[in-house]
């Protein structure tokens, strides 16, 4: 060691923390987690603990000549959903209706699996009450549901041990091992649904945070994309704290998109992997966010993670796919390999959907993976989506006795529009004629184009961008969408779209405004376009089918009432 440096170590009293050591010059000379041994010239430092989005400082001196220079920092308090010490959100009544649901015999619906929901609110907003609005507060805690394919298997409303007083509601239960859907549901707020995967002799544990979003005074709204995951074997049911502030860490990393962890944090997360397989899923996602990920190590984290929770959990099959991509640069899945039930992370879900462009059976038909493939919504790094309601219960075409003043004499012009002949037919045609045509003549002209699809070359992104032409080429998108925008601040229409129709819908608005300036498709443009939807080719034609229908029902209602005004 040279005689103008001085030993110095910094640590966080827990060893949870990623720490930072920063010189007078605001640059970053030491990182490292838990603990750093460094050498360091005198001078004013500071050093940063950080955890989960909060942090802690403290400025030290390094003199010449010192010994070991000791800077130790408290534990950083953070928020979690988790009621555990050391955070922000945390209060003892939590924490002990936490225990209290563990140590209760289980509600049992099943055999050989745990599932565990805790809600809490972790404001003083329990304590404030009054008898005028304990009512609506109490909704707050209100609307989950745990269901499989057939039914559901436990509503939180009848079963939660729940303390409206102190802000809380908790369940401990026992299934079957498999793959089952929390919903929840609000009259408020709409509903939400995502996957819970429950493996053998594990207790899969969801802790959530509710928190006021919208009117002041509403029901509270529980945060999904903050949720804290977590599994534990079932003779360890609450993990340790440790873990819970090792996921948050990666949690965080892997929401940014890069993996930004220390290789001791890396190393807590694969040792820890063994009490808490969330960990491992963490770690593994990150290494793969690596410009050059470690594949050996990959192997070693998927075979153990394997073990735990089973081949075709679906995160571990998105996982080994990724590694077979690195390793054999394949380009589609393999023969035969289907995901029937969508993964727990967000990351996993984009690699196998991916897959899923290429292959339509990969998301086999009839299966919740394809079902909800373009119902896909933003929660930060856990999937979830919104259940579809149908396009016919979102908007309905005028009704035969709205339109008994038709002219017959017009059909022909619709017709030839609803059967995008011709490259020179125009949307104007439809506006002028559309409310001239009884509802079962457009039922069947929808009906007729769906049927003119061809189905077998339904993969084709040619045939995908000649619908595209026509869709956009035969419908008055600039007006549509003007409806659109109307019904969306009257109803929050567009929260009943699926996430392909709302990208489209722009894209056919543009596309129009080209073909009518005399421009033609830009093929690459529209091809990265429609891969970048990421769903199964089929479920891209179903909505690209759907919003034929809504283009023509809003056109209807559209052209009536612009009659009405003239």
Same mark, same amino acid.
């Given at each position: 060691m040279s005689d103008s440096k001085a030993a110095v170590t910094v640590a966080v009293a827990d060893l949870a923390?990623?720490?930072?050591?920063?010189?007078?010059?605001?640059?970053?000379?030491?990182?490292?987690?838990?603990?750093?041994?460094?050498?360091?010239?005198?001078?004013?430092?500071?050093?940063?603990?950080?955890?989960? $989005? /909060?942090?802690?400082?403290?400025?030290?001196?390094?003199?010449? @000549?010192?010994?070991?220079?000791? *800077?130790? %920092?408290? +534990?950083?308090?953070?928020a979690s959903p988790v009621p555990m010490d050391g955070t922000t959100t945390s209060h003892e009544y939590h924490q002990a209706a936490v225990n209290e649901a563990f140590d209760r015999p289980p509600l049992q619906r099943g055999n050989g699996a745990g599932f565990f929901l805790s809600v809490r609110d972790p404001s003083e907003a329990p304590f404030n009450q009054t008898d005028e609005t304990i009512d609506r507060y109490a909704q707050s805690f209100t609307g989950f549901r745990l269901r499989n394919a057939a039914e559901v298997l436990i509503d939180y409303d009848q079963d939660a041990e729940c303390?409206?007083?102190?802000?809380?509601?908790?369940?401990a239960?026992?299934?079957?091992? $498999? /793959?089952?859907?929390?919903?929840?549901?609000?009259?408020?707020? @709409?509903?939400?649904?995502?996957? *819970?995967? %429950?493996? +053998?002799?594990?207790?899969?544990?969801?802790?959530?945070?509710?928190?006021?979003?919208?009117?002041?005074?509403?029901?509270?709204?529980p945060?999904?994309?903050?949720?804290?995951?977590?599994?534990?074997?079932f003779e360890f049911s609450y993990p340790r704290d440790k873990y819970f502030r090792l996921s948050e860490i990666a949690r965080q990393s892997l929401l940014q998109g890069r993996n930004i962890v220390e290789r001791e944090v890396m190393n807590a997360l694969l040792q820890d992997k063994f009490g808490n397989p969330v960990l491992g899923l963490l770690a593994a996602h990150l290494l793969l966010l690596d410009e050059k990920p470690r594949l050996n190590l990959l192997h070693i984290v998927m075979g153990n993670l394997g073990a735990m929770l089973g081949g075709d959990?679906?995160?571990?099959?998105?996982?080994?796919l990724r590694l077979d991509q690195l390793e054999k640069h394949l380009s589609a899945p393999p023969a035969g390999l289907s995901v029937p039930f969508p993964p727990l992370f967000k990351a996993s879900w984009d690699i196998l959907a991916q897959q899923a462009t290429q292959d339509d059976a990969f998301f086999p038909p009839g299966s919740l993976s394809r079902e909800v493939a373009d119902r896909i919504v933003d929660n930060g790094v856990w999937l979830a989506w919104r259940p579809s309601r149908k396009i016919e219960?979102?908007?309905?075409?005028?009704?035969d006795q709205e339109l008994q003043h038709q002219k017959w004499q017009d059909r022909e012009h619709i017709l030839a529009a609803f059967d995008f002949e011709g490259d020179q037919i125009d949307g104007t045609m439809l506006l002028a004629s559309v409310r001239k045509l009884a509802k079962p003549v457009v039922r069947e002209k929808l009906r007729q184009f769906i049927k003119s699809i061809?189905?077998?070359?339904?993969?084709?992104?040619?045939?995908?961008?000649?619908?595209?032409?026509?869709?956009?080429?035969?419908?008055?998108?600039?007006?549509?969408?003007?409806?659109l925008a109307e019904l969306d601040a009257e109803e929050s229409f567009s929260e009943q779209l699926t996430e392909v129709q709302k990208t489209l819908i722009p894209n056919l608005l543009l596309l129009r405004q080209a073909l009518q300036k005399g421009g033609e498709l830009d093929h690459p443009q529209w091809a990265h376009i429609l891969d970048s939807l990421q769903v199964p080719r089929a479920v891209l034609l179903e909505n690209l089918r759907d919003l034929a229908r809504l283009g023509g029902a809003l056109a209807t209602r559209f052209i009536e009432e612009q009659s009405h005004k003239e």
């Open positions: 923390a990623a720490l930072e050591i920063v010189d007078g010059g605001f640059k970053v000379v030491a990182k490292g987690f838990g603990r750093i041994e460094t050498e360091l010239i005198p001078g004013l430092y500071k050093a940063r603990a950080s955890v989960g $989005g /909060a942090s802690q400082e403290k400025i030290f001196a390094v003199e010449e @000549g010192e010994g070991v220079k000791e *800077v130790i %920092l408290e +534990p950083v308090q953070f303390d409206i007083s102190h802000g809380y509601a908790v369940l239960a026992e299934l079957d091992p $498999g /793959a089952y859907v929390l919903q929840w549901s609000s009259e408020q707020y @709409g509903t939400l649904e995502r996957p *819970v995967l %429950l493996a +053998p002799n594990w207790i899969t544990q969801l802790f959530l945070m509710v928190e006021p979003h919208g009117e002041t005074g509403g029901p509270l709204r945060n999904f994309a903050d949720a804290s995951v977590q599994m534990a074997p959990f679906p995160d571990i099959v998105a996982l080994r219960q979102l908007i309905l075409p005028m009704t061809d189905f077998e070359d339904k993969e084709s992104i040619e045939k995908l961008e000649d619908l595209v032409v026509r869709l956009a080429r035969t419908l008055p998108w600039q007006s549509l969408v003007q409806k």
